[in-house]
């Protein structure tokens, strides 16, 4: 039985929360009056959520989040506010709480968003039990690589489909792709995959998701690679929360050596949830104008989030273009070094209209070898982890 702690200044709120939670078979109630003892409730009682009540300040709910997702007993923070702003709930998911409601949601949508949390946690303290169980024989989460842009048509799902054969390609790697663009992703198409299976799968069996179940949901490439597919229909992202794409993640990474995630065009909670995993996450830009504003843009918003200027690498898509610019300019207008240079090639767009990436459509031309390259410098990352972990 999880214990679910209600934390609010107020005797009344408490009580309410009280004959919500009471009719629940699996759940014990341990009611707290302020912040501060809340910290030592997390410490003694180990509770599966945090229920932090109207009473309960922004900033203590970022203190306590922050307390709430360390050690091998995490819990899930959920915040009941008062009409709170875009930005106040923005910090607080940024800060870690798992979900923020308005105190004036009905009583049932509270009780569905503690039920959903108290599953995840856990699933997730098996996981880190089972974790530790295994840290005798030096099991190592997998290698989550991100690649990312915030404009279309730059090249980033031919990058993360290439990588991801390639990778698969080496022996001794197991390697997972996972297609993000929920509404629109072409990952499929890129390699002559039937969706017959997809991210969709994983989440509507979300309550008793684990590896063997997951492992169902992908689809085998001829390379190896194991591919968790983008919904067939886009109305079927709505139904693909931030918190299950996380736990969904968080299984891959404890079932493959390297996970390499292809992302929506765009900056968007999915986005985030993807680079929060990320190892290392490849921002993938053009010769243009356009392409390099939206760039330079997203990286600034990057390093406004938080996120290190050595987790996101500048990969330059179509480097030889002619198009009076330098790679220096490029550079310069970006505010960071690139890291890879894939150049142009018209064997390119023949692979995507077969369906045959690249690295085995034509894996002696230069734009095969720029992916292979980098692909190698992924792979040598992973092995060196597992060397330090030996």
């Known amino acids: 039985m999880g214990l679910v702690a209600v934390v609010d200044a107020t005797e009344e709120y ?4 009280t004959a919500l939670l009471g009719a629940q078979a699996d759940m014990g109630i341990v009611l707290v009056s302020s912040a501060q003892e809340a910290f030592g409730v997390l410490a003694s009682e180990k509770p599966f959520v945090l229920l932090l009540g109207p009473s309960i300040t922004p900033e203590e709910a970022v203190q306590l989040a922050a307390v709430a997702g360390q050690g091998d007993a995490p819990a899930d923070v959920i915040a009941v506010t008062r009409r709170a702003s875009q930005d106040t709930i923005r910090t607080l998911f940024r800060a870690g709480v798992r979900d923020v409601l308005d105190q004036e949601v009905p009583s049932g949508d509270i009780l569905s968003a503690i039920r959903e949390a108290h599953e995840r946690v856990e699933r997730v303290r098996v996981t880190l039990a089972s974790a530790s169980e295994c840290e005798t024989s030096n099991k190592q989460p997998g290698r989550v690589v991100t690649v990312f842009s915030t404009k279309g048509g730059v090249g980033k799902s031919v990058t993360a489909t290439n990588l991801g054969v390639a990778l698969a ?7 997972a792709l996972v297609d993000l663009d929920l509404q629109f992703g072409d990952v499929g198409i890129m390699l ?3 969706p017959d299976r997809t991210i969709v799968d994983a989440v509507q069996a979300f309550d008793r998701l ?3 179940m997951l492992k169902g ?3 085998s490439h001829d390379s190896g690679l194991d591919v968790l597919l983008a919904p067939s229909q886009p109305e079927d992202a709505e139904i693909i929360t931030t918190g299950r794409i996380d736990h969904v993640l968080g299984l891959l990474r404890s079932m493959y050596d390297i996970v390499v995630i292809d992302t929506a065009a765009a900056l968007n909670e999915t986005v985030l949830a993807a680079l929060d995993r990320s190892n290392e996450v490849y921002a993938v830009t053009m010769m243009d104008v356009a392409s390099i504003k939206n760039t330079r843009i997203s990286m600034q918003k990057l390093a406004q989030l938080g996120y290190s200027a050595d987790l996101v690498k500048l990969v330059l898509n179509r480097a030889d273009s002619k198009v009076w610019l330098q790679l220096g300019e490029v550079e310069r207008a970006v505010g960071a070094r690139v890291f890879a240079k894939v150049p142009s090639d018209r064997v390119v767009p023949r692979s995507v209209n077969r369906g045959v990436p690249v690295v085995l459509d034509a894996p002696k031309s230069d734009v095969a070898k720029a992916l292979a390259s980098l692909a190698e410098g992924i792979a040598r990352a992973a092995e060196e982890v597992k060397v330090d972990v030996t």
């Open 217 to 219: 949901c992908m689809t």
């Open 210 to 212: 684990d590896q063997d």
């Open 169 to 175: 390609a080496r022996n001794g790697h197991r390697v």
């Open 192 to 194: 002559g995959l039937d």
């Open 14 to 17: 408490r009580g309410q929360m």
